[in-house]
């Protein structure tokens, strides 16, 4: 299961790597993590904002099925929540070759919750056959190719297997904590290097489909699935054989069910919260004031802020789709000097003060500020809101302003776009207003499309939009983000056509020459253990972002959470960080 970052930041060498996997055993969760032994028992009820549109992990590219598999798979190794170390996981131990070439990995003896043994065979089924499918549609293939070859698993006995690298990799261990492993007893019938009947090869995606039979999803993480109510609730049962433990030696988790409500309107899941159906809840910078009010008042609720070094809430960032169909459109937004324009005409500070009550921080370029990766130099090359140099450089560009305060292109047409965004957001919402009025102002018409978060990403990532109000999470590694960030790759969505989709390969024939640097830097940042040289490059990608400008950061809210009070080991600790989980919480 991965675990709730709080603090991102991470130097493995392979020194470290040598000297600490003999010692590192699973024997018990970080102590940091409790106040308190807890006590078994209850139910932990919490919301899903969208329906899981799959349970399959790697075929799906839902964030409401990943929160669920979260639940009921594991990775080989994971973050420790509070020191951010790699520690075991479905893998007790490993060792390292000098060369940083090979890595042995020696599995735990645990079992599916079918009954069926975990071995080798899922692990190298899952790396070598899921996780690098390129027809999965949430594959990992971007994080486990280097410099355009694959790592190679192979199988050494029942209970040990071999990762062969095609050369030493920096992120290597950090890109694993987000990998599940799948049962190949239950999936390899869904893929035709298992199954000569299949002949479509993206049928893997219709594996596990919400309609699936729970007992024939086996689960090796905290919990198993129970039932899913379509469009209700999904319900999660304590798994009895889980391997992990608090300090005390008692098996986690705490809880007997974990029950997700599928509430999409924020308004109503805030009074279910309220009304005691929720038993934490993240909130919106706008209730924070309200609820705090009411702890004030007696409430019995707790309600937490604290600046956010997690991967949510993401960064929201603003893109243009330089692959745009209308030649008008497109001419614009590969001209850098009018997506300088746009970054002037973008008032941060008002953001984070009307929208997020003062409860955010005003973000520049992909990386969280204090973390290991941040490079300070984005913030001198930033443009500042200045709407004087956003008019400026747009009369420079010829689009003269009409008699209705529009600009014109050349040809007569308004200079106009649709923002594509988050429905049942106040905060898409709020900031899509802003911008709408700012870009009014320099002469810009901005027409908002908000849609559903699922159709809103599909439509982005199918290139079918104009402008995009979106945002992708931080992570402790910026490889792990390589698949948005990196031309060439899926999910780099404001120039799709840098990716040969059928070949899945990089085209640097429609590549600019700083997203050549971009794609270099990823490739040349992932092939080395020496972690400041890796430094080096994701710096020189950050400033080249913020000077060329594919993505316009705008801001990053703080972690403001809610619960209930009678909740045990949800607390806020000596370094101001929200500490809570699923496996560690309690009812008192």
């Known amino acids: 299961m991965r675990k709730s970052l709080f603090v991102i930041m991470l130097v493995l060498t392979l020194t470290s790597v040598l000297a600490l996997a003999a010692s590192w055993q699973p024997l018990a969760l970080n102590k940091a993590m409790f106040q308190s032994e807890g006590k078994y028992g209850g139910t932990l009820t919490l919301r899903l904002s969208s329906e899981p549109e799959s349970f399959n992990y790697y075929g799906t590219l839902s964030g409401a099925a990943y929160a669920i598999d979260d639940f009921l798979f594991s990775p080989l190794v994971q973050l420790d929540p509070i020191t951010k170390q790699i520690e075991p996981a479905l893998a007790k131990s490993w060792k390292v070759s000098e060369d940083g070439k090979e890595v042995t990995f020696y599995l735990r003896h645990v079992k599916w919750s079918d009954g069926v043994p975990f071995t080798a065979d899922d692990v190298v089924f899952t790396m070598n056959y899921v996780l690098m499918n390129p027809n999965a549609l949430g594959n990992e293939v971007a994080r486990f190719t280097i410099n355009g070859k694959p790592i190679v698993w192979k199988k050494v006995d029942d209970y040990t297997v071999k990762a062969i690298l095609p050369s030493s990799y920096g992120a290597f261990f950090m890109v694993l904590t987000p ?44 919990c198993i699935l129970e039932k899913y109510v379509t469009g209700q609730k999904v319900i999660l049962k304590r798994n009895p054989d889980f391997w992990e433990t608090d300090p005390w030696g008692n098996k986690l988790p705490y809880v007997d069910k974990v029950v997700f409500l599928i509430v999409k309107n924020p308004e109503t899941a805030l009074a279910m919260f309220e009304s005691g159906q929720f038993d934490w809840i993240s909130i919106s910078p706008g209730d924070f004031p309200y609820l705090k009010q009411k702890e004030l008042n007696g409430a019995p609720f707790k309600v937490y802020n604290a600046k956010s070094m997690n991967p949510t809430p993401s960064p929201i960032h603003i893109a243009f789709n330089f692959d745009v169909k209308d030649p008008d459109l497109h001419a614009l937004f590969n001209n850098l000097s009018f997506r300088e324009a746009m970054e002037y005409a973008v008032d941060r500070d008002r953001i984070v003060n009307e929208v997020y009550n003062t409860l955010a921080s005003p973000r520049v370029g992909p990386v969280l500020p204090g973390t290991y990766w941040y490079d300070p130099k984005v913030e001198k090359i930033a443009r500042k809101f200045n709407l004087k140099a956003a008019n400026g450089i747009l009369d420079s560009l010829g689009l003269k302003m009409g008699p209705d305060g529009i600009r014109r292109f050349p040809d007569g047409k308004k200079v106009e776009f649709a923002l594509l965004t988050r429905s049942n957001s106040p905060i898409y919402s709020g900031i899509s207003m802003i911008l709408q009025e700012d870009l009014k102002k320099v002469g810009i018409k901005v027409d908002i499309q908000p849609l559903s978060v699922s159709i809103a990403y599909q439509k982005a990532l199918a290139s079918n939009y104009e402008v995009a109000l979106l945002a992708f999470g931080d992570q402790p590694d910026p490889q792990l983000r390589k698949a948005i960030w990196q031309p060439g790759n899926p999910l780099y969505y404001s120039h799709l056509s840098t990716l040969n989709k059928k070949e899945h390969k990089p085209v640097f024939s429609n590549m600019y020459w700083w997203e050549k640097v971009i794609w270099n830097d990823f490739e040349k940042g992932q092939s080395t253990m020496d972690q400041k040289v890796r430094k080096e490059y994701y710096d020189e990608w950050q400033e080249v972002y913020e000077t060329m400008l594919p993505f316009i950061f705008i801001c990053k809210g703080n972690s403001l959470m809610a619960a209930k009070k009678d909740l045990g080991n949800f607390f806020k600790n000596k370094d101001g960080i929200i500490v809570h989980s699923a496996l560690t919480v309690y009812f008192k």
């Open 179 to 222: 990998a599940l492993i799948m049962p190949k007893h239950s999936l390899a019938q869904y893929l035709p290097a298992f199954n000569p009947k299949v002949k479509d090869p993206s049928a893997f995606n219709k594996a596990w489909g919400v309609d699936t039979d729970p007992s024939k999803i086996p689960s090796l993480g905290p």
